[in-house]
């Protein structure tokens, strides 16, 4: 099983500034086959980056994905008040697995 | 609109059975694959498993937490697919998710199994 860590575990940070949260496989996930996902509670998750680094549809652009093999980051280039929230990777190359999680909040 | 509804939910003593569905419309369901993710209280998410399409075999992997307790099917003349959850331990516990190509998800239906 692909064991995915993310960190930081949170990351306070103030609106109009740059996250970089960070997803780290225990061993190389395939064909880039890792995605990311923003929670907000009571909500479901919304899907926005798969592939590594595509957008899923109406995902604005201040969201992108970088990586490859065992280390893939997601970067929200601009915070704004609705981004705070619980970002999480999964990889879906080797079974499926998700990382424990990064809580985005407002510092 | 591609929707999900969960039901079967609910309190479950120590080491019964469960078996939740997930009745899906707006898509072609048959072609789908499904899968089952849950959330323990105060814990991250957690993939359970995933049942295949039609013209995939409807083949079945899960998580090696849940081998061999969990089984997922589905009745494509229902656009249903199903949790059938065995022998419940207390880390079961956990709102239990349906969710097509992690861009569609149900409103979760919640399992609490009891000692």
């Known amino acids: 099983e692909i064991v995915l860590t993310q960190s930081p575990g949170t990351l306070s940070l103030s609106p109009g500034e740059r996250a970089t949260l960070s997803c780290r496989a225990s061993?190389?996930?395939?064909?880039?086959?890792l995605a990311w996902y923003q929670r907000k509670p009571g909500q479901a998750p919304r899907l926005l980056i798969y592939?590594?680094?595509n957008r899923a549809t109406g995902i604005p652009d201040r969201f992108s994905g970088s990586g490859f093999g065992t280390d893939f980051t997601l970067t929200i280039s601009r915070l704004e008040p609705e981004d705070f929230a619980v970002y999480y990777c999964?990889?879906?190359?080797?079974?499926?697995?998700f990382g424990q999680g990064t809580k985005v909040e407002i510092k | 609109e591609v929707q999900l509804v969960e039901s079967g939910g609910g309190l479950v003593k120590l080491g019964g059975s469960l078996r939740l569905s997930c009745v899906a419309s707006?898509?072609?369901?048959?072609?789908?694959?499904m899968s089952w993710v849950r959330q323990a209280p105060g814990k991250g998410l957690e993939w359970v498993g995933r049942?295949?399409?039609?013209?995939?075999?409807?083949?079945?992997e899960y998580a090696e937490p849940v081998k061999g307790r969990f089984t997922i099917s589905r009745d494509d003349s229902k656009n249903t697919v199903y949790l059938q959850i065995n022998s419940l331990e207390t880390e079961d516990t956990a709102v239990y998710y349906c969710?097509?190509?992690?861009?569609?998800w149900g409103q979760g239906t919640l399992v609490t199994v009891s000692s």
């Open positions: 049942i295949r399409g039609k013209g995939d075999g409807q083949t079945t």
């Open positions: 061993q190389s996930v395939g064909n880039g086959q």
């Open positions: 999964h990889q879906y190359a080797t079974s499926q697995t």
């Open positions: 969710t097509t190509r992690g861009i569609f």
């Open positions: 707006g898509l072609t369901f048959s072609d789908a694959y």
């Open positions: 592939g590594a680094s």
